[in-house]
Protein backbone atom coordinates (compact mmCIF):
# COMPACT_ATOMS: atom_id res chain seq x y z
CA UNK A 1 0.00 0.00 0.00
CA UNK A 2 1.51 3.49 -0.79
CA UNK A 3 0.88 6.85 1.70
CA UNK A 4 -1.69 7.37 -0.45
CA UNK A 5 -4.10 5.10 -0.47
CA UNK A 6 -7.41 6.05 0.97
CA UNK A 7 -7.99 4.68 4.00
CA UNK A 8 -11.02 2.54 3.94
CA UNK A 9 -13.77 3.10 6.77
CA UNK A 10 -14.00 0.59 9.46
CA UNK A 11 -16.51 -2.11 9.20
CA UNK A 12 -18.32 -2.57 12.41
CA UNK A 13 -20.97 -4.13 13.96
CA UNK A 14 -24.28 -2.87 15.88
CA UNK A 15 -26.39 -4.22 17.89
CA UNK A 16 -29.76 -3.02 18.92
CA UNK A 17 -31.94 -0.85 15.63
CA UNK A 18 -34.44 0.78 18.03
CA UNK A 19 -34.84 4.94 17.96
CA UNK A 20 -31.02 5.94 18.36
CA UNK A 21 -29.40 2.89 17.13
CA UNK A 22 -30.89 3.67 13.89
CA UNK A 23 -29.69 7.09 14.08
CA UNK A 24 -26.10 5.78 14.59
CA UNK A 25 -26.12 2.95 12.17
CA UNK A 26 -27.50 5.69 9.69
CA UNK A 27 -24.24 7.95 9.95
CA UNK A 28 -22.27 4.97 9.59
CA UNK A 29 -23.64 4.12 6.82
CA UNK A 30 -23.14 7.56 5.19
CA UNK A 31 -19.67 7.90 6.13
CA UNK A 32 -18.80 4.44 3.75
CA UNK A 33 -18.22 2.02 6.72
CA UNK A 34 -19.79 -1.57 6.17
CA UNK A 35 -22.20 -2.30 8.69
CA UNK A 36 -23.87 -5.49 9.85
CA UNK A 37 -26.96 -5.38 12.33
CA UNK A 38 -28.84 -7.33 14.32
CA UNK A 39 -31.96 -6.56 16.43
CA UNK A 40 -33.68 -8.82 18.55
CA UNK A 41 -37.38 -7.96 16.36
CA UNK A 42 -35.97 -8.61 12.88
CA UNK A 43 -38.28 -5.73 11.42
CA UNK A 44 -36.87 -3.26 12.92
CA UNK A 45 -33.60 -3.59 10.54
CA UNK A 46 -35.80 -2.60 7.50
CA UNK A 47 -34.59 0.98 7.45
CA UNK A 48 -30.93 0.38 7.81
CA UNK A 49 -31.00 -3.04 5.34
CA UNK A 50 -32.59 -0.46 2.65
CA UNK A 51 -29.86 1.97 3.44
CA UNK A 52 -26.49 -0.56 2.77
CA UNK A 53 -26.35 -2.65 5.69
CA UNK A 54 -25.86 -6.24 6.38
CA UNK A 55 -28.51 -8.38 8.52
CA UNK A 56 -27.18 -10.81 10.46
CA UNK A 57 -29.86 -13.01 11.78
CA UNK A 58 -28.37 -13.83 15.67
CA UNK A 59 -26.45 -11.76 17.61
CA UNK A 60 -23.27 -14.28 18.20
CA UNK A 61 -23.53 -13.97 14.16
CA UNK A 62 -23.16 -10.17 14.21
CA UNK A 63 -20.50 -10.09 16.61
CA UNK A 64 -18.75 -12.68 14.12
CA UNK A 65 -18.72 -10.17 11.38
CA UNK A 66 -16.50 -7.48 12.91
CA UNK A 67 -13.98 -6.73 15.58
CA UNK A 68 -15.51 -3.20 16.44
CA UNK A 69 -18.65 -3.94 17.76
CA UNK A 70 -21.47 -1.45 18.87
CA UNK A 71 -24.38 -2.15 21.23
CA UNK A 72 -27.48 0.55 21.90
CA UNK A 73 -30.02 -1.31 23.21
CA UNK A 74 -32.59 -0.53 26.21
CA UNK A 75 -30.75 -1.13 29.20
CA UNK A 76 -28.17 -3.26 30.57
CA UNK A 77 -29.66 -6.12 31.42
CA UNK A 78 -30.68 -6.70 27.72
CA UNK A 79 -26.94 -5.85 26.53
CA UNK A 80 -26.14 -9.14 29.06
CA UNK A 81 -29.44 -11.07 27.28
CA UNK A 82 -28.59 -10.35 23.68
CA UNK A 83 -24.45 -11.08 23.90
CA UNK A 84 -25.10 -14.55 25.91
CA UNK A 85 -24.45 -16.62 23.36
CA UNK A 86 -21.87 -14.88 21.70
CA UNK A 87 -17.72 -15.26 20.95
CA UNK A 88 -16.66 -11.50 22.39
CA UNK A 89 -12.58 -12.97 22.01
CA UNK A 90 -10.64 -10.28 20.33
CA UNK A 91 -13.68 -7.95 19.99
CA UNK A 92 -13.63 -4.17 20.79
CA UNK A 93 -17.17 -3.81 22.40
CA UNK A 94 -18.48 -0.65 22.87
CA UNK A 95 -21.88 0.17 24.82
CA UNK A 96 -23.33 2.90 23.95
CA UNK A 97 -26.75 1.49 26.28
CA UNK A 98 -27.86 3.45 28.98
CA UNK A 99 -26.96 2.62 32.44
CA UNK A 100 -25.45 3.19 35.78
CA UNK A 101 -21.71 3.72 36.84
CA UNK A 102 -22.04 0.15 38.64
CA UNK A 103 -23.06 -1.61 35.48
CA UNK A 104 -20.54 0.01 33.72
CA UNK A 105 -18.01 -1.21 35.75
CA UNK A 106 -19.45 -5.18 35.99
CA UNK A 107 -20.03 -5.16 32.48
CA UNK A 108 -16.27 -4.20 31.81
CA UNK A 109 -15.53 -6.82 34.12
CA UNK A 110 -17.88 -9.22 31.90
CA UNK A 111 -16.48 -8.16 28.75
CA UNK A 112 -13.02 -8.57 30.21
CA UNK A 113 -13.48 -12.21 31.09
CA UNK A 114 -15.35 -13.15 27.54
CA UNK A 115 -11.38 -11.72 26.37
CA UNK A 116 -13.18 -8.12 24.85
CA UNK A 117 -11.61 -4.92 25.39
CA UNK A 118 -14.21 -2.62 26.62
CA UNK A 119 -15.62 0.74 26.13
CA UNK A 120 -19.00 2.56 27.45
CA UNK A 121 -20.19 5.58 26.38
CA UNK A 122 -23.48 7.71 27.62
CA UNK A 123 -25.10 9.16 24.49
CA UNK A 124 -25.27 13.40 25.02
CA UNK A 125 -28.17 13.59 21.79
CA UNK A 126 -31.71 12.55 20.94
CA UNK A 127 -31.78 10.66 17.36
CA UNK A 128 -32.08 13.54 15.46
CA UNK A 129 -28.80 14.88 16.44
CA UNK A 130 -26.96 11.89 15.47
CA UNK A 131 -24.88 12.37 11.95
CA UNK A 132 -25.88 15.94 12.08
CA UNK A 133 -22.29 17.31 13.06
CA UNK A 134 -23.66 21.23 13.80
CA UNK A 135 -25.67 19.80 16.54
CA UNK A 136 -23.82 19.73 19.29
CA UNK A 137 -24.24 16.03 19.93
CA UNK A 138 -21.75 13.99 21.86
CA UNK A 139 -20.92 10.42 23.75
CA UNK A 140 -19.02 10.65 26.78
CA UNK A 141 -16.73 7.59 26.64
CA UNK A 142 -14.99 5.84 29.31
CA UNK A 143 -12.60 2.07 29.70
CA UNK A 144 -10.56 1.19 27.62
CA UNK A 145 -8.25 4.10 26.15
CA UNK A 146 -6.68 2.02 23.73
CA UNK A 147 -9.62 1.19 22.35
CA UNK A 148 -10.98 4.46 22.08
CA UNK A 149 -7.74 5.98 20.54
CA UNK A 150 -8.03 2.71 18.21
CA UNK A 151 -11.69 3.30 17.41
CA UNK A 152 -11.89 7.41 17.58
CA UNK A 153 -12.14 7.95 13.75
CA UNK A 154 -15.03 5.76 13.36
CA UNK A 155 -16.95 6.20 17.09
CA UNK A 156 -16.75 10.69 15.79
CA UNK A 157 -19.13 9.87 13.16
CA UNK A 158 -22.39 9.65 14.55
CA UNK A 159 -21.89 12.56 17.01
CA UNK A 160 -18.69 14.05 19.08
CA UNK A 161 -16.76 12.45 21.58
CA UNK A 162 -15.56 12.88 24.76
CA UNK A 163 -13.08 10.19 26.71
CA UNK A 164 -13.50 10.93 30.36
CA UNK A 165 -11.35 8.09 31.78
CA UNK A 166 -10.23 5.00 32.19
CA UNK A 167 -12.53 3.85 34.81
CA UNK A 168 -15.66 2.51 33.17
CA UNK A 169 -18.14 3.98 34.80
CA UNK A 170 -17.03 7.53 34.63
CA UNK A 171 -19.41 8.23 31.28
CA UNK A 172 -22.23 6.67 33.06
CA UNK A 173 -21.37 8.85 36.41
CA UNK A 174 -20.84 12.07 34.16
CA UNK A 175 -24.31 11.08 31.95
CA UNK A 176 -26.21 10.89 35.19
CA UNK A 177 -25.08 13.94 37.03
CA UNK A 178 -25.31 16.25 33.69
CA UNK A 179 -28.90 14.69 33.37
CA UNK A 180 -29.55 15.76 36.88
CA UNK A 181 -28.46 19.38 36.30
CA UNK A 182 -31.40 19.05 33.63
CA UNK A 183 -33.21 17.94 35.79
CA UNK A 184 -32.80 20.87 38.28
CA UNK A 185 -33.55 23.05 35.78
CA UNK A 186 -36.70 21.43 34.53
CA UNK A 187 -37.73 21.63 37.93
CA UNK A 188 -36.67 25.72 37.87
CA UNK A 189 -38.95 26.04 34.42
CA UNK A 190 -41.61 23.80 35.75
CA UNK A 191 -41.75 26.15 38.88
CA UNK A 192 -41.69 29.60 36.64
CA UNK A 193 -44.06 29.00 34.53
CA UNK A 194 -46.67 27.61 37.47
CA UNK A 195 -46.24 30.99 38.93
CA UNK A 196 -47.72 32.74 35.81
CA UNK A 197 -49.55 30.43 34.64
CA UNK A 198 -52.88 32.11 35.85
CA UNK A 199 -52.32 35.58 34.99
CA UNK A 200 -52.06 38.00 31.92
CA UNK A 201 -48.32 36.74 30.81
CA UNK A 202 -48.31 34.99 27.68
CA UNK A 203 -45.87 31.89 28.31
CA UNK A 204 -43.97 33.25 24.93
CA UNK A 205 -43.57 36.20 26.25
CA UNK A 206 -42.24 34.84 29.01
CA UNK A 207 -40.05 32.04 27.91
CA UNK A 208 -37.53 34.46 26.20
CA UNK A 209 -36.70 36.38 29.55
CA UNK A 210 -36.51 32.69 31.42
CA UNK A 211 -33.96 31.62 28.95
CA UNK A 212 -31.63 34.78 29.19
CA UNK A 213 -31.83 34.49 33.29
CA UNK A 214 -30.78 30.59 33.18
CA UNK A 215 -28.51 31.40 30.90
CA UNK A 216 -26.51 34.02 32.63
CA UNK A 217 -26.67 32.21 35.72
CA UNK A 218 -25.49 29.10 34.53
CA UNK A 219 -21.73 30.00 34.92
CA UNK A 220 -22.10 29.54 38.50
CA UNK A 221 -21.03 26.41 38.11
CA UNK A 222 -17.31 27.34 37.56
CA UNK A 223 -17.57 29.33 40.52
CA UNK A 224 -18.57 26.36 42.15
CA UNK A 225 -15.75 24.09 40.97
CA UNK A 226 -13.31 26.51 42.24
CA UNK A 227 -14.75 26.64 45.71
CA UNK A 228 -14.92 22.74 45.51
CA UNK A 229 -11.32 22.40 44.61
CA UNK A 230 -10.27 25.01 47.19
CA UNK A 231 -12.58 23.11 49.57
CA UNK A 232 -13.28 27.24 50.76
CA UNK A 233 -16.90 27.83 50.09
CA UNK A 234 -16.51 31.74 51.34
CA UNK A 235 -14.34 32.15 48.29
CA UNK A 236 -15.73 34.44 45.42
CA UNK A 237 -19.16 34.88 47.10
CA UNK A 238 -21.41 36.86 45.67
CA UNK A 239 -25.00 36.84 47.33
CA UNK A 240 -24.09 34.44 50.26
CA UNK A 241 -26.31 32.35 51.99
CA UNK A 242 -27.60 34.35 55.09
CA UNK A 243 -28.79 37.04 51.98
CA UNK A 244 -30.29 33.83 49.84
CA UNK A 245 -31.98 32.21 52.87
CA UNK A 246 -33.45 36.01 54.11
CA UNK A 247 -34.95 36.66 50.22
CA UNK A 248 -36.15 32.51 49.67
CA UNK A 249 -39.16 33.54 52.12
CA UNK A 250 -40.40 36.07 49.31
CA UNK A 251 -39.94 33.07 46.84
CA UNK A 252 -42.02 31.22 48.83
CA UNK A 253 -44.67 33.77 50.19
CA UNK A 254 -45.25 34.58 46.21
CA UNK A 255 -45.81 30.84 45.65
CA UNK A 256 -48.77 31.31 48.04
CA UNK A 257 -50.19 34.23 46.96
CA UNK A 258 -50.57 32.98 43.37
CA UNK A 259 -51.86 29.50 44.58
CA UNK A 260 -49.61 27.03 43.49
CA UNK A 261 -47.73 24.47 45.50
CA UNK A 262 -44.26 25.43 46.20
CA UNK A 263 -43.26 21.79 46.28
CA UNK A 264 -40.25 22.06 43.94
CA UNK A 265 -38.73 24.68 45.63
CA UNK A 266 -39.11 23.07 49.30
CA UNK A 267 -36.41 20.55 49.22
CA UNK A 268 -33.58 23.04 47.85
CA UNK A 269 -34.62 25.88 50.32
CA UNK A 270 -34.70 23.22 53.44
CA UNK A 271 -31.28 22.55 52.55
CA UNK A 272 -29.96 25.77 52.41
CA UNK A 273 -31.70 26.74 56.01
CA UNK A 274 -30.04 23.62 57.45
CA UNK A 275 -26.78 24.86 55.90
CA UNK A 276 -26.83 28.07 57.43
CA UNK A 277 -28.63 26.79 60.73
CA UNK A 278 -24.79 24.90 60.75
CA UNK A 279 -23.26 28.26 60.90
CA UNK A 280 -22.45 28.72 57.26
CA UNK A 281 -24.17 31.90 56.19
CA UNK A 282 -20.96 33.20 54.41
CA UNK A 283 -21.07 30.66 52.01
CA UNK A 284 -22.07 30.11 48.49
CA UNK A 285 -24.80 27.29 47.61
CA UNK A 286 -21.47 24.80 46.26
CA UNK A 287 -21.60 24.47 50.40
CA UNK A 288 -24.50 22.62 50.17
CA UNK A 289 -22.96 19.81 48.13
CA UNK A 290 -21.53 18.97 51.71
CA UNK A 291 -24.74 18.44 53.22
CA UNK A 292 -25.17 15.66 50.23
CA UNK A 293 -21.87 14.31 49.54
CA UNK A 294 -19.22 15.03 52.32
CA UNK A 295 -16.04 16.00 52.05
CA UNK A 296 -12.85 14.16 53.41
CA UNK A 297 -11.58 16.95 55.43
P1 LIG B 1 -35.76 1.96 21.66
O1 LIG B 1 -36.80 1.62 22.66
O2 LIG B 1 -36.16 2.63 20.39
O3 LIG B 1 -34.94 0.64 21.30
C1 LIG B 1 -34.57 -0.27 22.28
C2 LIG B 1 -33.72 -1.33 21.64
O4 LIG B 1 -33.35 -2.30 22.64
C3 LIG B 1 -34.44 -2.10 20.53
O5 LIG B 1 -33.48 -2.45 19.56
C4 LIG B 1 -34.96 -3.32 21.30
O6 LIG B 1 -35.24 -4.42 20.48
C5 LIG B 1 -33.75 -3.58 22.18
N1 LIG B 1 -34.06 -4.47 23.30
C6 LIG B 1 -34.87 -4.20 24.36
N2 LIG B 1 -34.86 -5.25 25.22
C7 LIG B 1 -34.01 -6.18 24.69
C8 LIG B 1 -33.60 -7.46 25.10
N3 LIG B 1 -34.02 -7.99 26.25
N4 LIG B 1 -32.71 -8.14 24.31
C9 LIG B 1 -32.28 -7.59 23.15
N5 LIG B 1 -32.65 -6.37 22.69
C10 LIG B 1 -33.51 -5.67 23.47
O7 LIG B 1 -34.69 2.83 22.44
P2 LIG B 1 -33.55 3.80 21.87
O8 LIG B 1 -32.98 3.24 20.62
O9 LIG B 1 -34.06 5.19 21.87
O10 LIG B 1 -32.49 3.70 23.05
C11 LIG B 1 -31.42 2.78 23.04
C12 LIG B 1 -30.42 3.24 24.10
O11 LIG B 1 -29.97 4.55 23.79
C13 LIG B 1 -31.05 3.29 25.52
O12 LIG B 1 -30.13 2.80 26.47
C14 LIG B 1 -31.29 4.77 25.69
O13 LIG B 1 -31.28 5.16 27.06
C15 LIG B 1 -30.11 5.37 24.93
N6 LIG B 1 -30.37 6.76 24.56
C16 LIG B 1 -31.51 7.08 23.86
C17 LIG B 1 -31.81 8.41 23.63
C18 LIG B 1 -33.05 8.79 22.88
O14 LIG B 1 -33.39 9.98 22.90
N7 LIG B 1 -33.73 7.87 22.22
C19 LIG B 1 -30.94 9.50 24.12
C20 LIG B 1 -29.72 9.04 24.77
C21 LIG B 1 -29.50 7.72 25.01
P3 LIG B 1 -36.72 -4.67 19.92
O15 LIG B 1 -36.83 -3.84 18.69
O16 LIG B 1 -36.75 -6.13 19.68
O17 LIG B 1 -37.67 -4.25 21.02
Known amino acids: MTDNAPVQPTPLTLLGTGAMGTALGRAWLAAGHPLTVWNRTPARTG ?10 ATAADAVAANRLVVACLLDDA ?84 T ?50 WLHAMAPMAHTAAEQLESGDFTRNVTSNLAMQVAG ?15 ELLTPFLALMRRRLSEGHGDEDTAGLVDLLAPGEN
Open 78 to 161: SVGEALEDAGLTGRDLVNLTTGTPAEGRSRAAWAKARGARFLDGGIMAVPPMIGAPQSGAYVLYSGSAALFEEHRETLTVPAGT
Open 47 to 56: ALAAEGATVA
Open 248 to 262: STTLLRTAEEQGISP
Open 163 to 212: YVGADPGFAALHDVALLSGMYGMFAGVTHAFALIRREDIPPKDFAPLLVS
